[in-house]
């Protein structure tokens, strides 16, 4: 991505959820989804977000294509704050059009039809509606993404109604529905993870063959470490692992997979059953238990699981360090020689959950 223009540029996000004074005693209830996050995406560029189950990846994928508001921050789409053209009367670039060039895929197609309309009525419906095309260069362009993706014969699963899909063709389906509006970017938000296993490689494959044809950048979500290292290694993308709402590592995938810096990086590919480490039998972590998203530890958010901790991450976070020569950026003390974090006391009770 560098030297071009980002597509979606975020910086400084955060979203937050609830309200102070909202618990039952007048305390704070409010949880910090995205946490002031900073994420360029550039044009044609894949980027898979990892990390454990409520650490914010869906609610950062939505920030990004306008489907969500920041509580603050700026996310601008090709230099147009989103925010602005929202509400703005005049803007450099109308809203309607950001809506139709940010694209989501749902983790559920089938969720995502409506189950009274056959196919071809829920493609035809939002192309007419959002471009100036008659029927009939609507429906030509949807038949031609149908024999693209797989769908044939075309005529018949048009005339079909959602429950008469498999799981893989309502996939197909809802990714035609996103390429059909010619987006820049696409929000694909655990879209794989309802998929047998041996339709998951056939799906990555055509959404990153759509993504060369068409110029389009993903934002693929995931849980799963193996997914995102064969996404962004055939496409020459990178991967962001996000933990308590904070990208805490990003980079392509040899700084990621092969060298990963941050120990919760460490303890995703530990976990993942075909990046296992042979050698590393112990789980690298501390602590089984995530902090309450409502209480965030002071410093370091990770450090109560950080096997690596010391004393000076209880009390101070960590920055976003820099590669000099790439992209990647590393939230850890360790990722740097010179820090006071080599001179702290380890912190008592690091033993490893056995």
Known sequence: MSGADPVVSMQDITVEFGESGFGPFGDSEVVRAVDEVDLDIGEGEVIALVGESGCGKTTLGKTAIG????????????????????????????FSEIRRSLQIIHQDPGSALNPNQRVITSLLLPLKKNTDLGRGECKERIYALAERVGLTPVDDFMNRYPHQLSGGEQQRT??????????????ADEAISALDVSLRI????????????????????SHDLSNARYLTKKSGGRIAVMYLGEIVEIGTVEEIIENPQHPYTQALK????NLFVEDEEDSPLRGLDIPDPTEKPEGCSFHPRCPEARTVCETTRPGAYE????????????ATDEHEYWNSEELAGSELVE
């Open 323 to 334: 590669s000099d020569d790439s992209e990647y950026r590393c939230k850890c003390f360790r």
């Open 174 to 187: 809802v990714l035609i529905r996103a390429m059909m509006m010619n987006p820049d970017l696409i929000l």
């Open 202 to 221: 056939e799906m990555m494959d055509l959404m990153l063959e759509l993504r060369e044809l068409f110029n389009t950048s993903f934002l693929f979500v």
């Open 67 to 94: 489907f969500q508001r920041p509580t603050g921050g700026t996310i601008r789409y090709r230099g147009q704050d989103i925010g602005e053209a929202r509400d703005s009367r005049n803007p450099d670039i109308p």
């Open 270 to 273: 530990w976990a993942t059953p």
